[in-house]
């Protein structure tokens, strides 16, 4: 099990920031490697992902679960995805939100599990990758707010 937590600050108000991040075109934009992304119920999500994780290559089938109680302070999500011979990966992550003038700081901590073929790659490669791929997210997502990236289809 590994833990990946940072922070980062969106030049917006806290409610639009929780807005995007529980529209599934952003988040579709956002998440390296995300093929689809579709809403299968007001808390889960369905997503195909494809992604390297050192010389693997997998695509992942798996959905993704929110809970949305402690809105708009923050949510939980959690998640498992299925590689078929690569392995599985299931993590969740802790995001929460606090408005800080006209900016919001978004800290976020997260966990993660692999298995099968991936796990036997070593938790440093892991790690690694992980923490890159939470850092794409965030700074596409940051981009997004701040109106440097446009995503079709957002609301």
């Known amino acids: 099990m590994m833990e990946i937590a940072d922070e980062i600050t969106i030049p917006a108000s806290r409610t639009a920031v929780y ?13 390296p490697g995300c093929e689809s992304l579709e ?26 679960t929110l809970d949305q109680s402690k809105a708009p302070d923050g949510f939980s999500l959690s998640g498992e995805g299925e590689g078929g011979l690569a392995g599985f990966a299931k ?22 599990e692999t298995g099968g073929k991936i796990a036997q790659l070593g938790s440093r490669l892991i790690t690694s990758t992980a923490k890159k791929l939470s850092k794409m997210f965030f700074e596409k997502f ?6 440097e990236v446009e995503i079709d289809g957002a609301s």
Do not use: H, Q, W
């Open 39 to 64: 809403r299968e119920s007001d808390t889960k999500l369905v997503a195909k992902v494809v992604l390297k994780i050192g010389p693997v290559k997998a695509k992942f089938n798996g959905f993704v």
């Open 91 to 112: 993590g969740g992550a802790d995001v929460t939100l606090t408005e800080d003038g006209g900016t919001t700081i978004l800290r976020y901590s997260a966990t993660a």
């Open 142 to 147: 940051e981009k997004t707010m701040t109106g």
């Open 19 to 31: 807005e995007a991040l529980n529209d599934i075109e952003i988040l579709k934009a956002c998440i």
